[in-house]
């Protein structure tokens, strides 16, 4: 069945969301991060540490970039999914790439969730994102294979991305 032509224009807005959520984190951009949050949003990290307010989102987040060398997000959205007319649910699976590394490492891998509200303007913004360790607790070989998937997303970003300017 073919999605209507609606629910293609939400999936496009809450991916490009989800894809500015991420360039904001890989840019180390705490401020242009916050801004994709509701006012009272909320935000749950790797280590279980809350978030609440766009406020004390950006001060968190500044906080952690200007202390940590934070490593760069890969995302592979697993799902888009409808909560009523003006909420949506969006899974990922994410890696990192440590900054002084090219590839991913999967101790980070995680899971990721968001729940976006849309505002009576019509824009999309985060009111929950929480991000889980991708631990696979037994099961190696699901660790295993999405380390896989998440580098060959790194390549396909790779060859994708503009020649570096010669230095």
Known sequence: MAAEPADVDVDKEITDLYRHLLAAWNARDASGMAALFHDDGSVVGFDGSQMNGRAAISAELGDIFAKYPTATFVGLIREIRSLGT??????AEVGMVPRDLADINPALNAIQ???AVRLPSGVWRIALFQNTPAAYHGRPELSEKLTEELRGEVQRMRSHSPPQAAS
């Open 113 to 115: 969730s968001l729940v």
């Open 86 to 91: 003006e909420g949506v649910l969006l899974r």
